[in-house]
Structures are given as structure tokens and as C-alpha cells.
Nanobody, 126 residues
Framework: QVHLVESGGGSVQPGGSLKLSCAASGRTFSNYVMGWFRQSPGKERDFVATIDRIGHSTKYVDSVEGRFTISRDNVKNIVYLQMDTLKPEDTAVYYC???????????????????WGQGTQVTVSS
């Protein structure tokens, strides 16, 4: 199973930016569709963005479209989430997820992905 470790979370003011990273190890990274999800206290884990195995196709939840960018480096085995124009409602724990599959587009549900990182906190507040 692939092992995932997120980094890059923190606190930022509304309108600011953060870039999350997720380093993968243990399996062939390019075999995996990658995703980012987020979870706020008392709420379910929600889909944010996903990227295909070679980094050519992406999908986003409507609320982050145009503000967030998912990308990947299959040499460094890292997937990124660039978050711009952050809003207080973006505050959550952000999780990196992986699914070994040839299918695209991915199913945008947490249950579809079978490897997860430990999460990184993002707080947007003035």
C-alpha cells in the first residue's frame, strides 16, 4: 500500500495562500489517481480535488474551482494543492488520498480511495 504524508498546512488570513504537499512512498506513484479531501469538526469528509495518474486531467468541487490547483510530480512522488484566495469556510483538516486505478474520472467519494495521509490543518481567520 502507498504511504502518504501531508505537509504545508497552517494559519492564514482571508485572501491569503497556502500550498499543501503530499509525499508518497512504497508503491509506483504513477499508478495512483490522487485526491485531496477536507473535514471540518462535526462534518463529513468532503471531496476537494483529484488528478489523474499522469497529471493531465483534474476535477474540483465547485466551491474551490478557480481558487485551488491540484498538480503532481511523478518524479518526486508528490501531489500538491495550491490554495489561493482562501476563505474562512476553507478551514478544515486536509487529507491526501490515493487510489490505484486506470479509471478516469475518479469517483469523488472518500470510500473510493483506499490510502490516506494523516491530515494537515488549514485555518483561515482574521
Amino acid at each position: 500500500q502507498v504511504h502518504l504524508v501531508e505537509s504545508g498546512g497552517g494559519s492564514v488570513q482571508p485572501g491569503g495562500s497556502l500550498k499543501l504537499s503530499c509525499a508518497a512512498s512504497g508503491r509506483t506513484f504513477s499508478n495512483y489517481v490522487m485526491g485531496w479531501f477536507r473535514q471540518s469538526p462535526g462534518k463529513e469528509r468532503d471531496f476537494v480535488a483529484t488528478i489523474d495518474r499522469i497529471g493531465h486531467s483534474t476535477k474540483y468541487v465547485d466551491s474551490v474551482e478557480g481558487r485551488f490547483t491540484i498538480s503532481r510530480d511523478n518524479v518526486k512522488n508528490i501531489v500538491y494543492l495550491q490554495m489561493d484566495t482562501l476563505k474562512p469556510e476553507d478551514t478544515a483538516v486536509y487529507y491526501c488520498a490515493a487510489k490505484s486505478t486506470h479509471i478516469w474520472p475518479a469517483i469523488l467519494s472518500p470510500s473510493y480511495f483506499n490510502a490516506w495521509g494523516q491530515g494537515t490543518q488549514v485555518t483561515v481567520s482574521s
